[in-house]
């Protein structure tokens, strides 16, 4: 009668461990069971990530951003060195997977380490967009980056025109990003002016899109709904 005593405390407090251990993986499981098939139950969840996009960091990461309010933050003086500083891997990343022609990048990395004044501004939630200079109605650098590092664009005038494959530099800055795992990469609907090489991928909700213009060049990434892409 002791021993039984003695042994059922023990046998509640251990299922009460596994419970509690068991009980968060049980959780998510289900919740993502749950949104997995929100996406066609109804219309209004048709926007959802799914989950080859909710395994791909940049995707989940700029999914989760859409999601956010944006508070836009004005045009404003920004401390050079922190900027610098904040940009560096973003360049070194470029150099790495070749997503410039050499030129642009010894162009863009100069720039950054001369430049006298830089501006910061955000449009959307998560990201800053930082401005570099060195004179007034010179050559200039944008670069968009999240809170997490992710480069989402890039953009200026570097005083060069040649080079630039916009479909070329396209195809690089994803793979810099790590989105070749999808494999719904479509041609999209060139827009605007210039030679823009536009991309996009349901599956990771994202449009890519690359272009030149009279000697100004932008590349640029936005998390998309398939609705949204569809209407462009």
Same mark, same amino acid.
């Given at each position: 009668?002791?021993?039984?005593?003695?042994?059922?405390?023990?046998?509640?407090?251990?299922?009460?461990?596994?419970?509690?251990t068991?009980?968060?993986?049980?959780?998510?499981?289900v919740?993502?069971?749950?949104? +997995?098939?929100?996406?066609?139950?109804?219309?209004?969840?048709?926007?959802?990530?799914?989950?080859? *996009?909710?395994?791909?960091?940049?995707?989940?990461?700029?999914?989760?951003?859409?999601?956010?309010?944006?508070?836009?933050?004005?045009?404003?003086?920004?401390?050079?060195?922190?900027?610098?500083?904040?940009?560096?891997?973003?360049?070194a990343?470029?150099?790495?997977?070749?997503?410039?022609?050499?030129?642009?990048?010894?162009?863009?990395?100069?720039?950054?380490?001369?430049?006298?004044?830089?501006?910061?501004?955000?449009?959307?939630?998560?990201?800053?967009?930082?401005?570099?200079?060195?004179?007034?109605?010179?050559?200039?650098?944008?670069?968009?980056?999240?809170?997490?590092?992710?480069? @989402?664009?890039?953009?200026?005038?570097? *005083?060069?025109?040649?080079?630039? +494959?916009?479909t070329?530099?396209?195809?690089?800055?994803?793979?810099?990003?790590?989105?070749?795992?999808?494999? +719904?990469?479509?041609?999209?609907?060139?827009?605007?002016?210039?030679?823009?090489?536009?991309?996009?991928?349901?599956?990771?909700?994202?449009?890519?899109?690359?272009?030149?213009?009279?000697?100004?060049?932008?590349?640029?990434? @936005?998390?998309? @709904?398939p609705?949204?892409?569809? *209407?462009?």
């Open positions: 009668m002791k021993l039984r005593e003695r042994w059922l405390p023990l046998c509640g407090t251990a299922l009460l461990v596994i419970l509690c068991t009980l968060p993986f049980v959780w998510f499981a919740r993502d069971r749950q949104l +997995d098939s929100a996406q066609w139950d109804t219309a209004a969840d048709r926007n959802f990530l799914g989950a080859a *996009g909710r395994e791909n960091a940049v995707a989940r990461e700029l999914y989760y951003w859409r999601q956010q309010s944006a508070e836009t933050v004005m045009y404003q003086p920004a401390p050079l060195s922190t900027a610098q500083e904040t940009v560096a891997p973003c360049l990343a470029l150099r790495s997977a070749q997503v410039l022609p050499d030129n642009y990048l010894d162009a863009a990395e100069k720039l950054v380490a001369q430049a006298t004044e830089c501006y910061a501004d955000s449009e959307t939630a998560g990201a800053t967009t930082y401005h570099f200079s060195r004179e007034l109605n010179g050559p200039y650098l944008s670069i968009t980056v999240t809170e997490y590092g992710t480069l @989402t664009g890039l953009n200026g005038k570097l *005083g060069l025109a040649d080079g630039f +494959d916009s070329q530099v396209a195809r690089a800055y994803r793979t810099m990003l790590g989105l070749d795992s999808f494999t +719904d990469w479509e041609d999209a609907e060139p827009l605007g002016h210039g030679s823009p090489a536009p991309c996009y991928s349901a599956d990771a909700q994202l449009y890519l899109v690359a272009n030149m213009d009279l000697g100004y060049f932008s590349v640029s990434v @936005t998390s998309m @709904t609705e949204t892409y569809a *209407g462009l």
